[in-house]
């Protein structure tokens, strides 16, 4: 069986090292942490919904987004146009579209989100959806607090989390 070539590349931001995963034409994902760091995690991945896969470095297929991640970071950019595709099931990829319409330096509860996908019992599955979320800052799973106003879980750790809506409140 013939492996599929993925790119990767890594960037500094104010908040630590982004790795971004790339099929050498769409953003695949974008994860906290140098490639070493998520191998492992982009191995499992890439076998349950890409298949049979190699890693390559290459920057080109990021320039992009890699402008627009530096823009943000300046507080110049509150939305994100590269290309990327979204990998999930249908209900992840139903969730994560939703936390898009989150506005820059404002924030939801997972219940806000269940209510607006139209399930308001599945807060649960929402959180879940949201821990899976490919793309870290881009699709802003960060945007998203408890029910009682407090931060919760944040894949990248909760000092990224404030850090990153400390942010966007005083560039919004």
């Known amino acids: 069986m013939e492996k599929q070539a993925l790119y990767y590349d890594e960037i500094e931001t104010p908040i630590g090292t982004l790795s971004l995963l790339s099929d050498g034409e769409h953003v695949l994902r974008i994860d906290y942490g140098d490639f070493a760091s998520n191998q492992e995690k982009w191995t499992k991945w890439t076998e349950r919904y890409i298949g049979n896969i190699e890693f390559n470095q290459y920057p080109t297929p990021f320039k992009r987004a890699e402008e627009e991640?530096?823009?943000?970071?300046?507080?110049?950019?509150?939305?994100?146009?590269?290309?990327?595709?979204?990998?999930?099931?249908?209900?992840?990829?139903?969730?994560?579209?939703?936390?898009?319409?989150?506005?820059?330096?404002?924030?939801?509860?997972?219940?806000?989100?269940?209510?607006?996908?139209?399930?308001?019992?599945?807060?649960?599955?929402?959180?879940?959806?949201?821990?899976?979320?490919?793309?870290?800052i881009v699709v802003p799973c960060h945007r998203v607090i408890g029910t009682n106003g407090k931060m919760v879980g944040y894949g990248g750790g909760l000092d990224k989390k404030e850090y990153l809506l400390i942010f966007e409140k005083e560039n919004k």
Do not use: C, H, M
């Open 69 to 136: 991640l530096q823009a943000y970071f300046s507080g110049d950019k509150k939305e994100f146009t590269f290309d990327f595709k979204l990998i999930g099931t249908s209900f992840q990829k139903q969730v994560w579209k939703a936390l898009d319409t989150i506005p820059f330096g404002e924030t939801k509860s997972y219940k806000d989100i269940a209510v607006l996908i139209g399930n308001p019992k599945a807060v649960r599955a929402i959180g879940g959806a949201v821990n899976k979320n490919p793309f870290s």
